[in-house]
């Protein structure tokens, strides 16, 4: 017997743990998806919310490209309606001339997806109220710790060098208030 459980409970369905109908991919809750976990009808990418997409993880319908909330793009990330060309994004709260790919390719996005909030501690270095909280360190030898995003971006700030902190300085638009209301630092 398989250690595959198939939970289709409509027909025509070739994927596992489908909902609707005409589904050929996994955990597809509305009809004649291709891919997989989508919500919506007719999609035939993957993490799609809406209907008729041939992208990934859109929420909007009829979208050809990747992340759009909106409806009919050609296009990535977009939350508006029939665009075809890449959108530029608000960078704290005002217009920029970045797109989200102009974001995420920038060494400041680089430098904030360094901050950890959850990081492995080893036995040998937890204090005796980790232990105590966290037997299971002598089987797995340690445990993941989990610190509050401010006090990750704290540690994270004061190990930038002067060069780094400047290039967090330089993001367009940059608001010190906004910066320090999101991260609790005082850039």
């Known amino acids: 017997?398989?250690?595959?459980?198939?939970?289709?409970?409509?027909s025509r369905n070739t994927g596992d743990r489908n909902t609707g109908n005409w589904n050929a991919g996994s955990w597809n809750a509305g009809d004649c998806n291709?891919?997989?976990r989508n919500t919506g009808n007719w999609n035939a990418g993957s993490w799609n919310a809406g209907d008729c997409n041939t992208g990934h993880c859109n929420t909007g319908d009829w979208n050809t490209g990747d992340w759009n909330t909106g409806d009919w793009n050609a296009t990535n990330y977009s939350c508006?309606?029939?665009?075809?060309e890449p959108q530029?994004?608000?960078?704290f709260d005002k217009p920029s001339?970045?797109?989200l790919d102009d974001w995420r390719n920038s060494e400041a996005y680089y430098l904030l997806s360094q901050i950890q909030t959850v990081f492995w501690v080893s036995s040998n270095n937890m204090t005796a109220q980790e232990k105590e909280l966290h037997p299971e360190h002598e089987t797995t030898g340690g445990f993941l710790k989990t610190v509050h995003?401010?006090?990750a971006a704290e540690k994270w700030w004061s190990e930038l060098s002067d060069r780094e902190k400047q290039v967090i300085r330089d993001i367009p638009n940059f608001d010190?208030?906004?910066?320090y209301k999101i991260t609790g630092i005082r850039a």
């Open 1 to 10: 017997m398989s250690n595959i459980i198939q939970i289709q409970t409509n």
């Open 88 to 91: 530029k994004i608000l960078i």
């Open 97 to 99: 001339d970045w797109t």
């Open 149 to 151: 995003l401010t006090e």
């Open 176 to 179: 010190a208030d906004k910066f």
């Open 34 to 36: 291709t891919g997989d």
């Open 80 to 84: 508006g309606v029939f665009c075809t």
